[in-house]
Structures are given as C-alpha cells and as structure tokens.
C-alpha cells in the first residue's frame, strides 16, 4: 500500500512538473524575443522621422517657393510674398512696396502606413513663424522657426509614438525676371521622442537637417494665374540610441529622404480672391526602405500624385493669406492628408 502511494504521488509530480514546463514554453512563445521589439522600435522611429521631416520641409519649403516667385498682382495691391505655394508675389523694395513682410503658418497632416507587420497611423502638426526682408535688388532674405508635434499609434503592437521639435531655417529668394524666381532654404531642428512598443518605453532624441532648392514659373492669361514648379527636398534625421524600460537596447540611426517634386497649379482671380487647384508629381530619390516582416514584403512605392485645392486671399492692403487641402496619391500603403492655413502682414 505504501509502496502504491508512492507511485501515486512521484506520478502525480510528474503531470505537474510537465504542465508547469508547457505553460511556461508557451509564455515564452508569446513573449516577443529582444530582436523583435528593437526591430519594432527601430522601424517605428524611422517611419516617424520620414514623416515629420517631410512634412516640416514641404511647409517650409512651399512657403519659400512662394515668397520668391513672381508674377502677376492680384487685387491689384502689389507686392505679395510668402503665402500657400502658387500665392506669393515678388516687387521691388521702395516707398510704395513695403520691405518687411510677417507670416504665420498650421498644417495638420493626417499620416498612415498601411503595413500590416507595421501599421501605424495618425497626426502631425507643424506651426511656423517667420519674417523676411527685400533687398535693393529684389533679393529676399528671411528665417522660420517651426514647431512641430507627432502623434502616432503604432496599431501593430499596441503601442504609440509622441514627438516634439523645432527647425530653425534660413531662407533666400532670387526673382530673375517677371516670371522665372529660385529659392533655397536650408534648416537645422531637434527632436525629443517618448515611444512605447513591445511592453517597453522609452525617450529618444534626434538631430535634423532639412532643405530644398527648387525654381518656379509664374504667367497669367486674363483672370487666370498658371504656375509650374520643380523642387528638390531633402532630410536628414540622426536619431539618438536609447534604452527601453524592459531592457531592450535601441542602436542609434540614421534616416535620409531625397524627393525630387514637379508641379503645376491654375487659379482663377476674382479680385482679391483667387481659387486654385494643383497637381504634383512626387518622387522619392532616397529613403528608408521597409525590410520583409515576418515573411511579408512592404510595396516601398517610390512614386505618387498629390492632387491639390485651395483658395487665396488679399485684402486689399498689407494682409493676406489662406488655405489648402492636399493629398497623397498612388502610394498603395501609404497616407498623407494635409490641411495647410497661412497669415501675413506686410510692413
């Protein structure tokens, strides 16, 4: 009997010590490894970085195209310089044509990535101030300083991104004659990121170089104002190492996004308002490219459309501004929806 329930008992110890290891092999299994976490961290931070610095570029960016450019007046009020891309006018500095000019600007870009291993989505925020002044000879010289503010849910694992930062950017115009204008910026920022991903958080921080070259056309026929432009953007993103709280080590990185973008916009001038649509070719030259997840394959498209709405406005006196819509086509994973406003005062 006794040696019966011996048996029993080492049997019965068996069964336990043999569910025990089950349970915790499939706890293990379902615990992601700490190359898998510092993959998601890593694909997150880079994502986030090409967005945010796009997006500060082209706000810029298009503001600098639109300070330089020249053409026709609209309301017959002279001079207008930095405005929603396709409004800004360009005179010569003098008693009648006010030299300083005050600009203030807001975009809110709605962003997604459409990857299943890395989908993510949400919102980017980018406020600017500016000034700049005219030249003698017509040259116009200015610095923005933007604001800038992610948000992103990382809806693959749960997790979510939340960014900070500011660019400084100096920036010049150069009217060549009536209707050809160049224009060139260049820009240095900092980030501050707190990301949460894979059970872990963390705080990384980031440097930024952004700038864009382009050259615009501007002519008129009649009430209509037709413009075409070509650009050059480029960014720089060097993302600081960091350490999450469970452990995972993130390596420091870098992030380069080269886009070449020709446009084209036609606005028609009611008198001091002037409605717009516009289309622009995008092609990315350089940028991160999503590696396989998972046995999956990214789409890495390199080419898009962004159609673009908007309407413009002068009232007649020192100010104007207005507002624009744009978004991002032909990119199968990828979204960019963008809600531009802008305010200047000339002085």
């Known amino acids: 009997m006794q040696l019966h329930n011996r048996k029993f008992v080492s049997g019965l110890l068996a069964m336990v010590l043999v569910v025990a290891a089950g349970a915790a092999a499939a706890t293990s299994s379902n615990t992601p490894s700490s190359e898998v976490i510092q993959g998601a961290a890593t694909d997150a931070s880079k994502n986030a970085a090409q967005e945010g610095s796009r997006n500060v570029g082209l706000v810029i960016g298009g503001g600098v195209a639109a300070i330089a450019s020249g053409g026709q007046t609209v309301g017959g ?3 207008r310089r930095f405005a929603l891309p396709g409004q800004g006018q360009t005179g010569l500095a003098g008693a009648s044509q006010p030299a300083w000019n005050a600009w203030v600007a807001y975009s809110r870009s709605d962003v997604a990535f459409n990857f299943a291993p890395r989908q993510s989505s949400g919102n980017i925020e980018v406020g600017l101030v500016g000034v700049d002044y005219t030249l003698a000879n017509r040259v116009i010289v200015g610095v923005a300083v933007a604001g800038d503010r992610s948000r992103i849910g990382l809806n693959f694992n749960g997790g979510n991104l939340s960014g900070s930062g500011w660019t ?53 026929m009649g009430n209509w104002q037709l413009s075409g432009r070509g650009a050059l953007l480029f960014a720089n993103d060097r993302l600081g190492a960091y350490t999450l709280s469970n452990g995972t080590f993130i390596p420091d990185g870098t992030v380069n996004v080269t886009q070449l973008r020709l446009g084209g916009q036609a606005g028609y001038n009611f008198g001091g308002v002037v409605p717009y649509v516009g289309l622009t070719y995008v092609h990315d030259i350089n940028r991160p490219t999503q ?16 159609p673009t709405i908007g309407i413009r406005f002068n009232s007649g006196g020192s100010l104007y501004g207005g507002i624009q819509y744009s978004s991002e086509q032909s990119r199968s994973e990828v979204k960019n929806n963008q809600w531009l406003f802008n305010l200047g005062l000339r002085f």
Do not use: C, F, H, K
């Not at 150069?174 to 963390?202: E, F, H, K, Q």
């Open 77 to 79: 009020t002279g001079m």
């Open 168 to 220: 400084i950017a100096p920036y010049i115009g150069v009217p060549l004659n009536r209707n050809w204008a160049l224009d060139a910026t260049i820009g240095l920022g900092r980030t501050s990121t707190d990301i949460n991903s894979g059970g872990g958080t963390g705080t990384y921080r980031s440097e930024r170089t952004i700038g864009s070259v382009g050259s615009t056309y501007r002519t008129s």
């Open 291 to 306: 590696q396989p997840v998972a046995g999956q394959s990214a789409a890495n498209d390199r080419d898009a459309w962004t």
